[in-house]
């Protein structure tokens, strides 16, 4: 995977704004002004967090003129789960070494 | 896990010399001076590297007076592997659905 690709996907991950977001698109897609309202944040704040999201290849927006439902691009998760794979068995030793 | 560990984490690991230094360090504990040579920077430059990712919990440093060895804390991506690991419903079941 491209190294820049990766700083876009963990950057948009570093925000609990933006990790609530796709924890609610993991439910199912939705329009901007239900996932604006757990978050009692302004429609341009969250349309910013998106654009983020959107940018890092974490989510997709319909191109539907009234209604641009948001959905989650989980295979870009994959990909996060995928690098963070490599250091498994780096855990795996270091649970297993006595303190 | 608290917010803003993951916030921490998320964005140390948003830069491709902090993944690269978490690499080298999955071979093994090294020197500061070690893990600045591949990467043509200065030892103030990987300084400043290497205190974000110990913030984050990523990496630990020896007390040693003249040796300060840094080693990998795995067990911190192991949380990263946790958090997106509740994903792989949706990565799977968006691999089977038809295009």
């Known amino acids: 995977m491209a190294v820049d690709r990766l700083n876009l996907i963990f950057a948009a991950l570093a925000d609990p704004t ?3 977001i796709l924890a609610r698109l993991a439910v199912g897609e939705t329009s901007v002004t239900e996932l604006a ?3 009692k944040m302004s429609l341009p704040g969250i349309s910013k967090h998106l654009k ?3 940018r890092a290849g974490l989510i997709a927006r ?3 003129a009234q209604w641009r439902p948001c959905r989650l691009k989980a ?3 994959k990909e996060v789960a995928d690098w ?3 250091y498994r068995r780096c855990w795996e030793e270091s649970f297993e070494r006595p303190k």
């Open 52 to 54: 983020v999201l959107e």
């Open 18 to 20: 933006r990790r609530a």
């Open 62 to 64: 319909g191109r539907e």
């Open 37 to 39: 309202k757990p978050f």
């Open 84 to 86: 963070v794979e490599q």
């Open 75 to 77: 295979g870009t998760l």
